[in-house]
């Protein structure tokens, strides 16, 4: 299950884009500005929105570690912004003065590339703050880009329709068309996709497309000889153009958002739909999963952004691995939470996945660690009650008066299930 948490309301106009860090949303906008909420409560931060854009802001996202944030503008520019106060680091000019549709951080946070209205794809170095290199294509407006997950390579989506796949020194190495009425969106999956051969990696990259598909390709990176691009599927579900689509951070399901007004997400390993959300009341513009919690951000024309929490048991349809690792200290962060799913302990998992808990950690912990660190205070609360406390503005645990690490209620079902047993065992006396 899907439930809307929260509808956020603050821009003027449309949502063009949205993103997370592990503990910020930011949102941009027609209204030429750039907003940022904390993930605690969805409260704006101090210092948002953030305004230095003269038209309107097309992209935003954050580089891998969180620190800056970059945006981009009709205007012409790329904006690095510093997310701890808000100041900017940098104003970075397409050269040729062409409106900024794209923007996107390499993986190690070294290079930032920005595509334009014109074809012009600009890789700036994002320490320097100076132009690196600089290309384009030849036909058409770059609308979408992705870096690959190994970061050797970063493919650009136009709207002619072509996926183009460029390495770090600008060349092009493939071109290809993927959608016949134009590319609207592309998202690399994370994850690689398991059973590749030693000195073989597979990744999977979608586009999608005015043509009302989304379309997922397999990229496999082989060491010595470079890549191979192929076509695996099209998905279905939208009755209308698709303007946005995203991997989840551990590749297990895919969100697109479209001019039918829907969003839809699918789980990657069968392609099926799991749900379909028809909040919006206009097109769905943009679609972005948080990084370490099931948070799931969908923007509109409509100029609400809505926040979407999924239920444990989304999480757990991910596989277990098909290996189970000898030891627990080997496992991964996701093994750790396979296995909460598989003992009934669902309800942790958002927990220990923000405070990164994998094999290792979870031998180490205690149950000090647990009430310390976690804020695990093993108490329950009616849920009438715990919304009254908190909307009061309070942050802390009514038992244990220590600071909460999120605003988000979860369910003890173990709890629920444990009081239906025993009332009916006193109804059956």
């Known amino acids: ?15 063009n884009c949205c993103a997370f860090s592990s503990s910020l949303l930011a949102t941009c906008s027609l209204d030429k500005t750039i907003r940022l909420y904390s993930l605690s ?19 935003c996202c954050f580089s891998p570690s969180g620190h800056i944030l970059a945006s981009c503008s009709t205007d012409g520019t790329t904006v690095l912004w510093d997310v701890q106060n808000g ?8 050269p040729s003065g062409s409106p900024v549709r794209v923007c996107r951080f390499s993986p190690d946070s070294t290079c930032l590339v920005s595509g334009a209205s014109d074809g012009t794809v600009v890789l700036w170095n994002a320490q320097s703050y100076k132009l690196h290199r600089c290309a384009s294509v030849k036909d058409g407006s770059l609308v979408a880009c ?8 970063f493919v650009t989506g136009s709207s002619c329709g072509d996926l183009t796949v460029w390495d770090d020194k600008m060349r092009c190495l493939h071109n290809e068309k993927a959608h016949d009425l134009g590319i609207t969106c592309c998202d690399f999956s994370s994850q690689p996709v398991p059973g590749g051969e030693e000195g073989l990696q597979f990744f999977q990259l979608a586009s999608c497309g005015q043509d009302c598909q989304i379309k997922i ?13 192929k076509y695996k599927s099209t998905l279905t579900g939208h009755c209308a153009p698709v303007l946005a689509c995203a991997f989840s951070h551990d590749g297990q399901m895919l ?30 513009t943009t679609c972005a999963f948080a990084p370490n919690i099931l ?11 809505k926040i979407w929490q999924f239920e444990k048991e989304t999480l757990c349809q991910a596989k277990i691995p098909d290996q189970p690792k000898q030891f627990t200290e080997n496992w991964s962060e996701d093994d750790v939470s396979n296995w909460l799913c598989t003992e009934g302990l669902e309800d ?6 923000m405070n990164n808990i994998d094999g290792r950690e979870l031998l180490n912990l205690t149950k000090e660690s647990l009430a310390d660190d976690l804020k695990i205070d093993g108490y329950s609360y009616e849920k009438e009650a715990m919304e009254n406390w908190i909307s009061k503005k309070k942050r802390t645990s009514p038992m244990t008066n220590l600071v909460l690490s999120s605003m988000i209620l979860t369910p003890n079902r173990t709890l629920k299930m444990a009081i239906n047993r025993w009332l009916s065992e006193t109804h059956q006396k």
């Open 295 to 305: 948070l799931l951000a969908t923007g509109s024309m409509d100029k609400t952004v």
């Open 146 to 153: 992705a870096f690959s997950p190994p970061g050797n390579l």
């Open 255 to 284: 969100v697109s958002g479209s001019v039918d007004k829907s969003v839809i997400v699918y789980d990657t390993n069968t392609e099926n739909i799991l749900h379909t959300l028809t909040q919006h009341t206009r097109y769905v």
């Open 348 to 353: 942790l998992v958002d927990i220990f996945k």
């Open 1 to 15: 299950m899907v439930k809307l948490i929260h509808t956020l309301a603050d821009h003027d106009d449309d949502v």
């Open 41 to 59: 409560d969805f409260t704006e931060v101090p210092y948002s929105p953030l305004k230095f854009h003269t038209y309107a802001v097309h992209c």
């Open 87 to 94: 100041q900017i680091l940098a104003v970075m000019e397409q």
């Open 217 to 229: 390709w397999v990229i496999s990176f082989i060491h010595i000889l470079g890549f191979e691009l």
